[in-house]
C-alpha cells in the first residue's frame, strides 16, 4: 500500500477529519495570497558577492535539494559568484533557509500553514526563508529524464525559489536553452519580504510536449498508444528539457484525471469475447468491443457494464491493485503516487468519461430508454455517472471521479451531481474571445458553475489543428490566452490548455502567458509582455512587442474568422489564397520583418539582445516565408493552368442533340478529366469536356466513356434537387468575374434533370443560392459503351461573361454499382468540387503557341519502348529505371510521363532542341514528385538543357526538387549562349542520383521577345 503519501501532504490546517485522500480541488478552503514587499532595500547583493549560503537541514528531501540546487546555479550565475550549502547557518552573511526544517519551524513557519503549491519567502534579519511542502520520495533530477506523468509531485519550495528569482533577481524562464533563459546582470536588490502565494487554478497544463523544438537534436516525436487502441500522451516523452520548462512554469503537480477513463478499464480486452452485451450495437448490428476496431469502449449502459465499472472503480478507491479486477496495467511507475493507469485512475481520482468519439448504443432497451432530444441524450450519459457517485457516496468510499462535459453529453444534468464528482468543460477557450460565441462561451460557464455550487475545470483548445494546421505559421496569441483565463478565474479551478502546433517555438509566449495567468489570474498581460519583452530583447523592445502583437493579429484572422451562413455564424478557417494574400500578405510579411530589423538597429549595443531578436526572427520569419514562398509556387501552378477554346465562327452552329458530331466539336481540342484519387490498377474512363459560345448562348458538351452502360444509376429528379450529384452525371463549375468567390454551378444527370444554383464561396465553406436558374436544357445521347451530353446556357443567365477567360471546372460523377467515382479536369482540387482556388482558366482568345518543344503534353504516340513521339530514352532502362506514359495524373491533354529511377547518377528522356545564341527564353514545366529520395546533396529531379556545349540544370545543382508534392510548377529564364547556333541543343526532363519516381507534364521553352 502507497497511501501513506496523501496524509502527508494532507493540508492539514483545514482537512476535514478522518478524510484519507487529498480533494483534487479545494477551491475557497485554501488560505489566501498575501504578498508584502518593504518599499526600502535591505541587502545591495553585487556581483562577486562572498556573502551568500543556502542552508539545508541533513534530512532535507531530494525535492527540497533540487530546490537547493536550482537556487544555487541560477543565483551563482546571475552573481558571478559561487554559493555554499551548508547543514547550519555559518553565521557570516545572508542565509537562505530552505524548506521546511527545524530552523523554518522555529521562525514560525510549519507545514500546518500549507496547502499543494503553497509556498512562503519570508526574510527575517539575515535569514531569508523558502518553504512549502515538498516530496518525501521523488528524485527531481532523475525524474527529469522520465515521462510527464512523472513530474507530478508536490515540491513547492522549488516554486519559492523560483517565486524569488524572478521577482527579486530579474531571472525569466520562457523557453529552453539560453535564448530562452534570461539572466540579466548587475547588483541584486532585496528588500523586506513577506510572501504567502498558491495558483489560482489547481490544475495548469498546457501542451508544452508538444511541437518540434529545434535547438534539442535529440528530440523526437513519439506518439503513445496504449493497447486498447487509445491514444496515451501526446507528448515527446523522457525530454529533460520539456520538463524543465514543466518545472520552471509552475505547472500542476497533480495529475486529475480527465480524458475518457473508461478506456483504460480495457472492457474490449476482459469482456469483448465473453459479454458482447456490455458493448454498443452499431448500426451494422455489430456489438463495438473488437480491440482493433478504432473507439472500442463503446458500451451499453442499459447492460451489466455499469455494475462493472462501479466495481472497478471501488476497487481502486479501496486500493486494490488492478490486476485484483483482471485490468492489466502497461505503466510502471515506481516513484509516486497509487494508481492505476496515470492518466486516468491516479491518486485516488476515477474518471468516468466514456470512451471518444462516442456512440450511442442502438439496442433495443437503448432505443427505448436514451431518448430523443439533445438534453435525453446527455441526461442519458450523466445518469450512468451519477448512479455510480451516489452508490460510492451511500457506501462510504473514499475518493474523487471526474467526468467531462463533452458533446453529446454536454448539457447540465437534470439531477444533482454528487460532490464526490468534479466536471471539467470543455469549451473552445481563448480563440473565442471576440467571436460571435463569447459571450454564450461565458454564459454556459457560468451556468455550470451555479449548478455544481463549486468552481469548474476547463478544457480548452488554442492549437493547431485539422483545417488550422497550416505548418510555418505561428499560432502566437500569448493576449487572448491571458485575458481568457483572467476573465474565467471567477468560476474555474483549473485548465488544461491545448496549444500543440508543428513548432515548440510558435506556442512560447502562450505557455509564459497561460503558467503566470492561472497562477495569478489578476496579473496584468500587457505588463508581463511588456517585461517579456524588455527581458529578452533590451533597447529593441517595443518592436518587438509590436511584432508579437501583429503575429497575434494575423493568427486571429486566421483562428477567429467567422462566416454568416444560413444556419448562423461558423467558424472558417480562411482559404489559403486568403491566408497568404489577404492575412499573411507579402505586405504584412514585410511589416514583421521591419519590425524585427528595426529592433535590431535599437539593441545594436547590445549583443545577448541583438543575438534572441535574431534567434526570434529566424524562427518565426524564415517559417513563415517559406510557407508563403511555398504556398506561391502552388498557386502559380493553377495560376498557369489554362487552356484555349475556341468561340464559334459566324455560320457555326451546335446541333443540341446530344451527339458530339458536330464538326463543331470535331475542330475543337477538348479538355480531358481524371478520375480523383485513383488507386493504381483501377480502371478510368476517358471523358472529354468542351466549352465555346456564340452571341446568345454557351455550349457545353461532355463525351463519358462508360462500357458498362447498363449498370449506371440515376433518379427521376426535382427541378433543382441537390442530391442529384450522387447520380451519374456531369457538373460544370464557371466564375466568369475570375475572383474565385462567386461562381455558377450547375449539375446534370445522364437523364438530363438538373440542378442549378449560385454560390458564394466563404473561406473554406460554400454559400447555395438555388433560386438562380441558367435556363439550361441538356440534350443526352445513349450509346453502346459513351454517353454524351450537349446543352446551351443563355448568356443573360451568365452577368460578367465577357467572352475572353472564364475560371472554370468540369467534373463528372461516374455512379454505379452502388460507387460513384469522381473525375475532374483540374488536377490540384483539395477541398472537394468546390475547391474555386483550384479551378483551371478556359482562354477563349487564340494566342499562337509559341513553344519551340514538340509535344509537351506528351500527345505523341509511344512507337518503342524508349521512343514517346518527339521524346527519346536509353534504349536499354538502367537498373531500377523505367519510362512511360501515366495517364491517372496530368496536366495538359490526357497524360503525363513518368519516370522512376533507383539511384543512378542520371535518368532521362530527351528531344532535340535548336536555340539562338544570345537569345533570351523562359522555360516552363509542371512535375509531380513521388518520394524521390536523393542519395546525396546533388541528388533530384530537375530539368537539364544543353546548348552551347554546356549543361543547364533548373533548378540548379544543391537545390534539385526532391520529397513528395503535388503538380507544382517550375520556370526559369536564361540566354542562350553565343554557340547555341552551331552546337545541338537538347532538353530532357531528368532523375539524378536518387530514389522514386516524377511525372512531367506541360514543357515549354518560349524565345522571350
Ligand atoms: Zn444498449
Known sequence: MKRTIFVLILCAGFAAEGAKIEPPFQGDARPARNIMIGKKTVFTLKPGTKELEIVLAPEASRTTRFAAAELKTLLEQRLNTTIPVRAAPSGNGISFILGLQPLSKEAGIDKTLFCRDAFIIKSSGKRIYIAGIDDPRTDPAATLRMDIADQHYPRATLFGVYDFLERFAGIRFFFPGKFGTVIPKGTVEIPEISIFDRPDFEERRASIYDGIFSDDPNERTVLLTDHDGAKFFRTQPKQPNRNMDYLRFRMSTRWVPACHGITTLRFPRRFGKTHPEYFALDEQGLRYGDPKRPYPSQLCFNSDSPEVIYQDVKAFLSGQSAASRGIEQPFKRDNTFFYWHPQTHNEGVADLQPDDSYKECLCEKCRKRIGKTPREKSDFVWNYAINIAERLQKEKVDGWLTMMAYWPYDRIPSRKIPDNMFVMLSLRGPWSLGSPDEAKHHETLQAWHRALGRKVRLWNFALKWGNSALPGIPHSTPRHIGRYYRETAPWSCGAVLLTGGDYYIFSYLNHYIFSKVTWNASADVDTLLKDHCSAMFGAGAPEMLKFFDALEELWMKVAGK??????????????????????????????????????????????????????????????????????????????????????????????????????????????????MNRKPGTPQEETRAFLTFDEENIYVAFLCMEPEMNQIQTRIRKNDDPAIWSDNGVEIFLNPSGDRVNYYHIMMNSDGFVCDQKVRRAGNQSIFDPAWNSGIKPAVFRGKDFWSLEAAIPRSALPGFDGKTVIANFTRNQAKDSRIFHYSWTPFLENGYHDTEKFGTVVFTPEPDRSIVREGDFSGEKTHRNVFGAWVTHYYFPEGCFADYDDSTFIQGRRSLVLRTGNVPFFGVSQPLAFKSGTRYRLSYYVKLNNIRPAHRDGGVSMNIRESGKNRWFPQSGNFLSGESGWIRQSFEFTAGPDAGTQPGSIRPTLLSCDGSANFDAITVEELK
Request: include cysteine; glycine fraction near 2%.
Open 562 to 675: 467567422t462566416v454568416l451562413t444560413a444556419a448562423g455564424p461558423v467558424n472558417a478557417i480562411p482559404s489559403e489564397y486568403e491566408i497568404f494574400t489577404r492575412i499573411y500578405s507579402a505586405e504584412a510579411l514585410k511589416r514583421l520583418d521591419v519590425c524585427c530589423e528595426r529592433a535590431r538597429e535599437l539593441a545594436s549595443a547590445d549583443p545577448d539582445s541583438l543575438e534572441r531578436i535574431r534567434y526570434i526572427q529566424a524562427h518565426f520569419m524564415n517559417r513563415l516565408h517559406e510557407a508563403a514562398s511555398d504556398y506561391a509556387r502552388r498557386s502559380d501552378a493553377v495560376a498557369a493552368f489554362r487552356v484555349r477554346m475556341l468561340p464559334l465562327e459566324p455560320g457555326e452552329k451546335v446541333r443540341l442533340d446530344g451527339k458530339l458530331d458536330d464538326e463543331v466539336w470535331r475542330k475543337r481540342s477538348p479538355v480531358f478529366l481524371q478520375r
